[in-house]
């Protein structure tokens, strides 16, 4: 599939995709763990994960929009993998906004799940995974995903989703202020300008948006950590194995028919849109629904626990896509 001058460098390029696979997953559950252990130190108040939510954000979010959406170019070779985050949420608000009204279940609960169970990690656990297992072709088609697609969606449906489902009682207009104050929003409309002007912010600017954009995971796994009880009487279990189903199995399976099997697409840029939407549930989508009041403790149990179940999952996918 891939062309290599020599088996050395094939295997040095094996190598390093391994090991930058392996630093993400060990500072993920480094975090996730920190978080967890923090709840035990008397000197952290109660409510530090809140502060941490919030500054991922308020901060975090908006720099990485400043970054990375002014130097995406969209055309319609990009439709197979942006639809992946774009489709995805969709067909999880039908899902779960179907099943719960029918079952009566509450708005927070909802939306919880369409947030955590509709939208993927295609950028920190899905980047390293991609590359180790397809190269650096393969990250390409992952980027691609990512940013129009996962952080598009997050930063303009996302929001309204968590908008519309946290109060009951506001009509339209408060919800179009709120989503028009909300700073991601702010960043991406910016950002989209930017786009379209063509302009560029200065290297400095930029490198700086980058490395607090990179605050985005450390500081949201420790917030997820922070919030994260494992309790097996849980009334929230029974809601975690229905998201994590949905997000592991049915809409990588969705996927794979609507791509493979109805419209007949083949190709690695496929192969890799369908295992990026196998990915693990988005951290910022759990942040997002945790800040919003949305079942703080279910987003944290789709991310703590779903994490380490997509390790399986998406390698079982992983050999699906490869005899198909």
Known sequence: MYEYKTLESFCLITFASIIHYMENIILLFLCLFLGILLQRVPQFPSNTHQSLNQFVIYVSLPALALYYIPKITISLALLFPIGIAWLGFGLAFVFFYS????????????????????????????????????????LKTAIIVDQPGSFVVVTTFGILVATTFSKGNLNKSQILIKILKFPPFIAFSIAILATIL???????????????GNTVTPVALVAVGLQLKIDTKNRHWSFLALGLFFKLFLMPAFFFVFYKLILGAKGLDINVSILESAMAPMITGAILASNYGLKPKLSSMMIGIGIPISLLTITIWYYILKIY
């Open 99 to 138: 099943i719960g009204t029918y079952l009566k279940w509450s708005k927070k609960l909802i939306g919880c799940l369409i947030l955590t169970g509709g939208l993927s990690n295609t950028s920190f656990v899905g980047f390293p995974i991609i590359e180790a297992l397809y190269g650096s072709e393969g």
């Open 198 to 212: 063509s302009f560029e912010f200065p290297l400095t600017l930029q490198n700086a948006f980058l490395k607090i």
